[in-house]
């Protein structure tokens, strides 16, 4: 059998449904939050179901990564708590002029927002858990 990790490269709105997709009800480590503001990426290390498969419950982890992030906000989650762990509902964005905010969409009413010029996002499946 072979280990087959997806790789989904997102740069509008279909792409970006897509990811959401695949990622939502995943759970995030407040730890495995990054942004490298010098670079303009955001990460986010995640365990998730793989629900675009057959095998049912399969669980794997994934690096959600989105390029050319001018901003980062938060709502409702504590930084200070790094072994919070938050689920991931879905992915949405709004644009606003030039630019487009991605939110990110968490339980108990969280957002993380990407604020970019472009959307360029990957999920990339790093191995089965």
């Given at each position: 059998m072979?280990?087959?990790l997806a790789k989904i490269i997102a740069n509008d709105q279909e792409g970006l449904q897509m990811i959401s997709a695949c990622i939502s009800g995943s759970k995030v480590k407040v730890s495995d939050i990054k942004y490298l503001e010098s670079n303009k990426v955001f990460l986010l290390s995640i365990?998730?179901?793989k629900v675009e498969n057959?095998?049912?419950n399969k669980k794997v982890n994934s690096i959600a990564r989105f390029d050319f992030i001018?901003?980062?906000r938060s709502k409702k989650i504590d930084q200070s708590n790094?072994?919070?762990v938050l689920e991931l509902i879905g992915i949405d964005y709004l644009k606003n002029n030039d630019v487009y905010e991605i939110?990110?969409?968490f339980n108990e009413n969280a957002h993380i927002i990407l604020t970019t010029e472009t959307i360029e996002a990957r999920l990339e499946?790093?191995?089965e858990i």
């Open positions: 072979s280990k087959y365990e998730r179901i057959e095998n049912e001018d901003k980062v790094q072994k919070t939110n990110l969409i499946d790093q191995n």
